[in-house]
T-cell receptor, first 117, second 109 residues
Framework: GAGVSQTPSNKVTEKGKYVELRCDPI?????LYWYRQSLGQGPEFLIY????????DSGLPNDRFFAVRPEGSVSTLKIQRTERGDSAVYLC???????????????FGEGSRLTVL | QKEVEQNSGPLSVPEGAIASLNCTYS??????FFWYRQYSGKSPELIMF????GDKEDGRFTAQLNKASQYVSLLIRDSQPSDSATYLC?????????FGKGTHLIIQP
């Protein structure tokens, strides 16, 4: 696609529920990133995929958070047993393909705003 | 110590003046730096990136990098009300970008 697409744009759920957030990166981008942004803070790294595999998941806060990218394109961030503290904007970003084109810039989607009541 | 530090502001600058945004980083091995602009409720968008010591200019924007002092800055000349936003400084790495908390800039008409 033309840009990074994220769905849903807004999700309101109750404490304890399961949530899935989807990201469709820019076509041809092999690297995909998930960040979480709380009010008044910068984006906080969660996980990074290179192709289908998670190259770095050190930012996932605990084992309630999991992400997949089974075909190397679309990714899903999964949050189990949601807690009020999980409320934030979840940003997905992708990064340019070949070495020549890759300036290191991340292209962000519009984010999924999660509210846990 | 956070890896990338920014003053959260708000920084208030009169229209037409120069806005100066500053950022320091702790990893002396960092090679690349990025400035993103983020309007309220929107996603970050790239303003500039810089890899080499010195200045890099693009229109009204100038990024400055001093690796010896571990300091990055962004200057915005002829500030416009539309420049009012949060400016995020980030350092690049193999696993993506590490962001500061951002500086909230307000351009007063």
């Amino acid at each position: 696609g033309a840009g990074v697409s994220q769905t849903p744009s807004n999700k309101v759920t109750e404490k304890g529920k399961y949530v899935e957030l989807r990201c469709d990166p820019i076509s041809g981008h092999t690297a995909l990133y998930w960040y979480r942004q709380s009010l008044g803070q910068g984006p906080e790294f969660l996980i990074y995929f290179q192709g289908t595999g998670a190259a770095d998941d050190s930012g996932l806060p605990n084992d309630r958070f999991f992400a997949v990218r089974p075909e190397g394109s679309v990714s899903t961030l999964k949050i189990q047993r949601t807690e009020r503290g999980d409320s934030a904007v979840y940003l997905c970003a992708s990064r340019g393909g070949g070495a020549e084109a890759d300036t290191g810039e991340l292209f962000f989607g519009e984010g999924s705003r999660l509210t846990v009541l | 110590q956070k890896e990338v530090e920014q003053n959260s502001g708000p920084l208030s600058v009169p229209e037409g003046a120069i806005a100066s945004l500053n950022c320091t980083y702790s990893d002396r091995g960092s090679q690349s730096f990025f400035w993103y602009r983020q309007y309220s409720g929107k996603s970050p968008e790239l303003i500039m990136f810089i890899y080499s010591n010195g200045d890099k200019e693009d229109g009204r924007f100038t990024a400055q990098l001093n690796k010896a002092s571990q300091y990055v800055s962004l200057l915005i000349r002829d500030s416009q009300p539309s420049d009012s936003a949060t400016y995020l400084c980030a350092r690049g790495g193999a696993d993506g970008l590490t962001f500061g908390k951002g500086t909230h800039l307000i351009i007063q008409p």
